[in-house]
C-alpha cells in the first residue's frame, strides 16, 4: 500500500512538474531547496534545462519529505514571479494571462508572466516585478527578478500550514499554458491616479508610492482597460472584462467603467505587431 501511494505521488509530482516547465519554456531554471528544520545545508542548482529538473524529480520528492521545500524558477528576466496573491487578486493576475497560476497554501497563491519583451537590465526588471506587485496587492518582498517560487506537485512545509493530523499540504496547479502575458508595462502602461498623464513605468522606480487600496485598485483597471485597448478590443468588450473583474466598478456609482476606458484611450493605442 504504501509502496503503491509513493508511485501514485510520484506520477502526480512529475505530471505537474512537467506542466509546469512546458508552460515557462525556460532554456534554463534553477532549483533551490530551503531545509524548514534549520537543521541542514540549503541546495541550490542553476542552469538547468528542463530534461535535468524531471531527472531531479525523484530527488526532489526525498528532499521534500525530508523536510524541503522546494522552489524553482525560470532564468531570465522576461520572467515575473507575482506572490502571496489572494483569491480576489489572483482573478486580476489571471486578466494578464500567466503561464502558471499554483494554489501553494490554502487560498494563497502564486503566477508567473512571460513578459512580450525582456527587460533591458535588472533595474529594469525590478520595476516591472514591483509595479506587477503593487497593481495586484502582492508581495512587495518577492518583487525581484530573481526571486525563486514553488514548485507544484510538492507539499509546503511550513508548520503553520501543518494540519491537525500532522499532513502538509500540496502546492496545486491551478492553470498551466504556454501563454505570452497581455501585460505591456511600457508607455502608458500606469498612471500616478486616473487623471494624470501616462508616465514611463521607470519613471518611479526609485520613489515607491503608497496608495490606499482604492486607488491600487483604480490603477489595476486602467492597466487592464490599457492592455485590452494595445489588443484591439472594443469598449463593449472591455467593459465586460471589467464587470466581470473589477470590484471597485461593483461598488462605485455612475459610469465608472465608461470613465476608466475614456481614460485609458487618450494613452493607449492597439499593438501593430
Known amino acids: 500500500m504504501e509502496c503503491s501511494y509513493y508511485f501514485k505521488t510520484m ?3 512529475l505530471e505537474q512538474t512537467e506542466r509546469y516547465l512546458n508552460a515557462l519554456g525556460a532554456d534554463q531554471y534553477i532549483l533551490q531547496l530551503v531545509d524548514m528544520t534549520n537543521q541542514k545545508p540549503n541546495l541550490r542548482f542553476e542552469a538547468l534545462d528542463a530534461a535535468a529538473v524531471v531527472k531531479r524529480v525523484g ?18 528576466y522576461q520572467y515575473v514571479l507575482i ?9 486580476q493576475a ?18 508567473w ?16 516585478c514591483r509595479e506587477l506587485a503593487n497593481v495586484l496587492g502582492a508581495d512587495k518582498q518577492s518583487a525581484e527578478p530573481d526571486h525563486v517560487g514553488r514548485l507544484a506537485g510538492f507539499t509546503n512545509r511550513k508548520e503553520k500550514h501543518k494540519t ?20 505591456h508595462p511600457r508607455g502608458g502602461a500606469c498612471l500616478n491616479n486616473e487623471h494624470q498623464t501616462a508616465t514611463p513605468l521607470l519613471n518611479g522606480m526609485n520613489a515607491p508610492v503608497h496608495r ?8 489595476a483597471d486602467f492597466n487592464l482597460a490599457c ?3 494595445r489588443q484591439g478590443k472594443s469598449d463593449a468588450d472591455i467593459r465586460q472584462r471589467l464587470e466581470q473583474f473589477s470590484e471597485k466598478a461593483k461598488e462605485r456609482k455612475g459610469d465608472y467603467i465608461g470613465i476608466t476606458i475614456a481614460n485609458a484611450r487618450k494613452v493607449a493605442t492597439p499593438n501593430t505587431y
Open 227 to 229: 492592455m485590452l485597448i
Open 113 to 128: 508572466l512571460k513578459l512580450a519583451n525582456t527587460p533591458n537590465s535588472r533595474i529594469e526588471a525590478v520595476a516591472i
Open 212 to 219: 490606499q487600496a482604492s486607488n491600487d485598485r483604480s490603477r
Open 59 to 76: 530527488y526532489l520528492k526525498a528532499k521534500n519529505f525530508e523536510g524541503y521545500n522546494v522552489y524553482c524558477r525560470p532564468m531570465g
Open 83 to 91: 506572490d502571496d496573491l489572494t483569491t480576489e487578486s489572483v482573478k
Open 94 to 111: 489571471q486578466a494578464l494571462s500567466p503561464a502558471v497560476v499554483m494554489e501553494t497554501s490554502p487560498n494563497n497563491f502564486q503566477a
Open 11 to 13: 506520477d502526480r509530482t
Open 164 to 183: 491537525v493530523s500532522g499532513f502538509f499540504p500540496y502546492v496545486k496547479m491551478i492553470s498551466a499554458e504556454n501563454n505570452v502575458s497581455t501585460f
